[in-house]
T-cell receptor, first 111, second 111 residues
């Protein structure tokens, strides 16, 4: 298995632009999680899905953030409009029996 | 509220043994996990404790005391490649369930 796949790996954009991050979970995993990691705030859960349904989005910082999971093999996290304070590494993870498997992350820089 | 406390930084030398402690206060508790993250990489699963006691996996062991809301990760025969950040994380329910992560402990192993 290729593991959790994320794209792009790096994204540099200007403030106000729309950013879309993509994730493909491990086949057969029913739960998918989006995290944001910064030095100041550590690893924060933004939203998670079970069987493609959003279960808890209380971690989504603002209405500028939205996430979808149209099918079991694909999810997106969108930021519109982006702001410099959104600069962080965004991880997607899928759930195994005991553990979460993380993708390589997308390093987002908003200038 | 939910909180996990772990030291921010630990230093040790090659061949030594180091213990990283984690205390937690969460609304629910189902198990304690440990993840390793190298600089620029993704968190990777190390161990999981649902019951009190010690779990051993090679050079790494993890301990849990539910009555004390406390756990630790023990790393033996330290190697330079063990230099990384280590996160404890509480799983709050069975089945699909979120993890609440601590802020991480940066371990620096020197020659």
């Amino acid at each position: 298995d290729a593991g959790v796949i994320q794209s792009p790996r790096h994204e540099v954009t200007e403030m106000g632009q729309e950013v879309t991050l993509r994730c493909k979970p491990i086949s057969g995993h029913n739960s998918l999680f989006w995290y944001r990691q910064t030095m100041m705030r550590g690893l924060e859960l933004l939203i998670y899905f079970n069987n493609n349904v959003p279960i808890d989005d209380s971690g989504m910082p603002e209405d500028r953030f939205s996430a979808k999971m149209p099918n079991a093999s694909f999810s997106t996290l969108k930021i519109q409009p982006s702001e410099p304070r959104d600069s962080a590494v965004y991880f997607c993870a899928s759930q195994g029996p005991y553990e979460q498997y993380f993708g390589p992350g997308t390093r987002l820089t908003v200038t | 509220g939910q909180s996990l406390e772990q030291p921010s930084e630990v230093t040790a030398v090659e061949g030594a043994i180091v213990q990283i402690n984690c205390t937690y206060q969460t609304s629910g508790f189902y198990g304690l996990s440990w993840y390793q993250q190298h600089d620029g990489g993704a968190p990777t699963f190390l161990s999981y404790n649902a019951l009190d006691g010690l779990e051993e996996t090679g050079r790494f062991s993890s301990f849990l005391s539910r009555s004390d809301s406390y756990g630790y990760l023990l790393l033996q025969e330290l190697q330079m490649k063990d230099s990384a950040s280590y996160f404890c994380a509480v799983r709050e329910g069975s089945g699909y369930s979120t993890l609440t992560f601590g802020k991480g402990t940066m371990l620096l192993v020197s020659p």
